[in-house]
C-alpha cells in the first residue's frame, strides 16, 4: 500500500482536526499516507533537519494510566516539531475530584490545540471527543492502543518493506487493546491477522465482526483460535503482550496458569518463517508472555519498535494540528 501511495504521490487525505480513537476510524489511504509520513519525519530527523511544523502549539496530557513510552514519546515529539507539551495527571486536575468529562472537555478545548488521553474505559475517551472542540487522541484505553499499533506497522514496514500479504499472529490475551488494534491495522493495510487465545480471551466480538467485513472487501484473512500452533504456522510477524494489563492484578495468578500455554517461546516460534520479527509494546515479563531467547534474540525488534512510537506519533500530531 505504501509503495502505490509513493508512486502515485497524488493521495493527501484532510485530516487536520480530526480525532484519532481507533484505527478503524481512518481508511487504508489514511492510514497508508500516515505511515508514509512517518517514514519521512523519521528521515528527515535522523538527517539533523528541523520539523518545526507545530511552532506555538501545545499539547494537553491527559494520565489516569502511568507511562513510560507512551508520556516520553508524545511530549518529545511536540518539542521536536516545535510545540509544546503539558503533562496532567488526574491527581492533579479536577477530573480526578469530579468534576465531569464534559466540563474537562470543553475547558480545555479553550486553552490547548489536542488532548492525548490514557485512560481506562474507551467510553471515556468517547464522551471527551464527543464534547471537545479540538483534537482528541488515544494514547491508550482498555478497548484500543491506535498510536501503538500505528508505530508497530511503521516497524513491519521498515523491516520487510511492506505490509499488504505478511501473516501477522499474536498471541495471548485477545480481549485486550493491542489485539483490537492490531486486527483492525492489519485488516487496514492488507495483512492476514491470526489471534490465538485461552477460551475466555478472545477478542472482543463486535471488533472481529466489523474487521471480518473489511477483511472480505480488501482480501485479508483472519483466525481467531485456541491454538497457539496454528496461530503461528508461517508467520512473518509474532506479536504478544502482558498477560494482566494495569487494573487486572488481582487475577494474576488465574491468567498465569490459563496463559501458560501461550507462552511465545522458541518452540513455539520456530513454527513461524525463519525470518519472522518478534514485537511487544513493552513492558515485558521474561519468564511469562514470552521467553528472553525471544525477546533478546535475533528476531526481536522491540526497541525499533519503541523508537517507532516517536515518529509514528509525530506523524499523528502534524496531521491532526497542521495538516
Known amino acids: 500500500m505504501l509503495n502505490a501511495i509513493r508512486k502515485g504521490e497524488t493521495f493527501v487525505p484532510n485530516l487536520k482536526g480530526k480525532h484519532f480513537l481507533r484505527l478503524a476510524d481512518f481508511s487504508p489511504e489514511e492510514l497508508g499516507w500516515l505511515l508514509e509520513t512517518a517514514v519521512q519525519m523519521k528521515k528527515t530527523q535522523k538527517q539533523g533537519k528541523p520539523q518545526h511544523f507545530l511552532s506555538g502549539k501545545v499539547l494537553g496530557m491527559i494520565f489516569e494510566k502511568s507511562s513510560t513510552r ?9 518539542m521536536q516539531l516545535g510545540g509544546q507539551a503539558i503533562f496532567l495527571s488526574t491527581r492533579d486536575i479536577q477530573l480526578g475530584r469530579g468534576e465531569t468529562i464534559a466540563d474537562t472537555a470543553k475547558v480545555l478545548s479553550r486553552y490547548v490545540d489536542a488532548v492525548m488521553i490514557r485512560t481506562f474505559g474507551h467510553e471515556r475517551i468517547e464522551e471527551f471527543a464527543e464534547h471537545a472542540d479540538i483534537p482528541v ?3 491508550l484505553t482498555d478497548l484500543h492502543h491506535p ?52 477460551e475466555g480471551y478472545e477478542p472482543h466480538q463486535d471488533i472481529v465482526n466489523t474487521v471480518k467485513k473489511e477483511a472480505e472487501n480488501v482480501g485479508s484473512k483472519i483466525l481467531i483460535t485456541g491454538d497457539p500452533r496454528e496461530a503461528i504456522a508461517e508467520a512473518d510477524v509474532v506479536v ?26 522458541e518452540e513455539l516460534c520456530a513454527l513461524a518463517k525463519k525470518d519472522f520479527l518478534f514485537l511487544h509494546c513493552l513492558p515485558a515479563h521474561r519468564g511469562e508472555e514470552v521467553t528472553a531467547g525471544v525477546i533478546d534474540g535475533p528476531n526481536s525488534v522491540v526497541f525499533d519498535e519503541a523508537e517507532n512510537r516517536l515518529h509514528a506519533q509525530k506523524a499523528i500530531l502534524k496531521a491532526l494540528l497542521a495538516g
Open 147 to 198: 498510536a501503538q499499533v500505528l508505530a508497530d506497522l511503521l516497524t513491519i514496514y521498515e523491516y520487510k518493506g511492506r505490509l499488504e500479504g505478511l501473516k501477522l499472529c499474536y498471541i495471548g490475551d485477545g480481549n485486550n487493546n493491542m489485539a483490537h488494534s492490531l486486527l483492525e491495522g492489519a485488516v487496514k493495510t492488507g495483512m492476514d491477522i491470526s489471534v490465538a487465545s485461552p
Open 240 to 265: 504478544t503482550d502482558v498477560w494482566a494489563s494495569m487494573g487486572q492484578e488481582d487475577e494474576m495468578q488465574e491468567r498465569l496458569e490459563k496463559f501458560a500455554p501461550f507462552q511465545v517461546n
Open 137 to 139: 487522541i488515544n494514547g
Open 70 to 78: 507512551t508520556r516520553v514519546s508524545f511530549e518529545v515529539g511536540m
